[in-house]
């Protein structure tokens, strides 16, 4: 399932706010909604932000774009590539080369070349400033840059080529960005000239393609003194879909261009610092406390119930123990309590499943059935310990068992006769007890 985030890019100029909102995942875009509106004496940029976090719906992404006048560049020279590590040596780097002091300032670093970086900086009273007037108004942003640092990922722009959107020229070599210079007025054919020939003349290698885009494709099309040979950007057609034609194309491509790097990862961001994103955060912390305190609420009644689990089994327990201790005392009526009641019911079972699984105490039962024939009319208990037998049985007289102990010689070495009780119908009862013959089988 291929996650979608939403970004909504806030574009402020002088006298105007372009707004657009993208939703965008690693195989498709989609352009949610856009706007452009006129900031004047009767709808201020506060009134413009108000009404748009008005009708703001869902949780967007929000990245504010600054005009480029507020950010001054640098390139500089490092022996590593990681962008981290560029970030924790600049402030030192440019200390010195530079009028302002590094303390005043928010650095960010674009990758330029090999081992080459172009170093950003801007007031952090500037960024402060536009950062409060849009809380203020209804939107705080999470990002703050501005366009001219996404140009590279305007679509259909060639790897290298100069860049020019109607107040901002940009110099872009391998896909990257390598210079930028903003104007504090309408770009004209002669400052783009005059620009080029800086550049040319300071080493820089020129492109021989200009791209105009946006205001500068309404600004330069036309014109005859350009020294570079000039297109405007068109809609690519894989993005058709997405801008329905070339006037939507032309205002909204940067900040197309700007989701684009900030899906990428690669739009520099000058919330640092002490002016870093915290709303964020603060969301995370409130959403893992309620967590916390569900999950707290979810261990103290698993604690209960498990509580309440286990006095429940001990419960049980005291009451088999219990009902045990009383099926003992009936079992052995003439034993002593016994410590561990449990136990000798388990040796005296094991006993008794020794014996019923032994042929020598079924021949036996043959034995003793044969010998009693029918004289005697039941055994009703036959007991075998070793070799001690014990019979209970019942017989039509007491001379029947007198024959029966008679009949049983050939099997036991001794056997005595027990009490014989008589029975109101005439027959008795008797126990007879005794050793068996070692050699019975």
């Not at 909504?8 to 498709?28: D, H, P």
């Not at 705080?140 to 722009?157: D, K, M, N, R, W």
């Not at 080529?161 to 004209?188: E, H, I, K, M, P």
Request: proline share 4%; aromatic share 6%; hydrophobic share 45%.
């Amino acid at each position: 399932m291929q996650r979608t985030m939403d970004y909504m890019i806030l574009q402020a100029e002088e006298k105007r706010l372009t707004v657009a909102r993208f939703g965008m995942s690693r195989r498709s875009t989609e352009l949610i909604a856009a706007a452009s509106i006129v900031l004047d004496e009767e709808q201020s940029l506060g009134d413009a932000v108000q009404k748009i976090a008005e009708n703001m719906a869902g949780s967007p992404r929000v990245v504010l774009c600054l005009p480029p006048a507020l950010f001054a560049q640098r390139s500089v020279s490092l022996p590593f590539n990681d962008l981290r590590k560029v970030r924790e040596v600049l402030p030192a780097y440019l200390q010195g080369e530079i009028a302002l002091s590094v303390d005043e300032l928010i650095l960010e670093v674009l990758p330029a070349g090999e081992d080459q970086f172009l170093a950003l900086w801007a007031r952090k009273s500037d960024i402060g400033t536009s950062i409060e007037q849009f809380r203020v108004a209804g939107i705080e942003p999470q990002i703050v840059s501005s366009l001219v640092f996404a140009l590279a990922e305007l679509p259909g722009v060639p790897t290298d080529c100069v860049v020019c959107d109607g107040s901002t020229l940009a110099l872009l070599q391998g896909g990257r960005l390598t210079y930028s210079r903003a104007f504090n007025s309408d770009v004209t054919a002669e400052m783009v000239a005059a620009t080029l020939s800086a550049l040319e003349l300071s080493g820089y290698a020129l492109p021989q393609r200009l791209c105009l885009i946006g205001r500068g494709a309404n600004l330069l099309s036309d014109a005859d003194a350009l020294p570079l040979s000039a297109e405007v950007l068109e809609v690519p057609p894989e993005l058709g879909h997405l801008f329905k034609n070339d006037e939507t194309f032309q205002q909204l491509a940067g900040l197309y261009a700007v989701a684009r790097a900030c899906h990428a990862g690669t739009l520099p961001d000058f919330r640092r610092g002490e002016l870093v994103w915290t709303a964020g955060d603060a969301k995370l912390r409130k959403k893992l406390l309620l967590t916390g305190i569900l999950l707290a609420a979810v261990m103290i009644l698993l604690f209960i119930s498990k509580g309440l689990q286990y006095r429940a089994a001990v419960a049980d327990i005291s009451s088999l123990n219990k009902s045990i201790a009383a099926i003992y005392k009936e079992i052995f009526p003439t034993r002593t309590k016994a410590i561990d009641e449990i136990s000798e019911v388990k040796v005296e079972i094991k006993k008794l499943s020794g014996i019923a699984n032994s042929s020598k105490y079924l021949d036996l039962l043959k034995k003793l059935a044969d010998t009693k024939g029918s004289i005697i009319n039941g055994l009703y208990e036959v007991e075998l310990e070793g070799r001690s037998l014990r019979i209970k049985g019942d017989a039509s007289s007491a001379q029947a068992v007198n024959e029966f102990k008679a009949a049983l010689a050939p099997l036991m070495a001794v056997a005595e006769l027990g009490e014989i009780k008589s029975r109101p119908d005439s027959t008795v009862t008797f126990s007879l007890a005794g050793t068996l013959k070692e050699d019975t089988k």
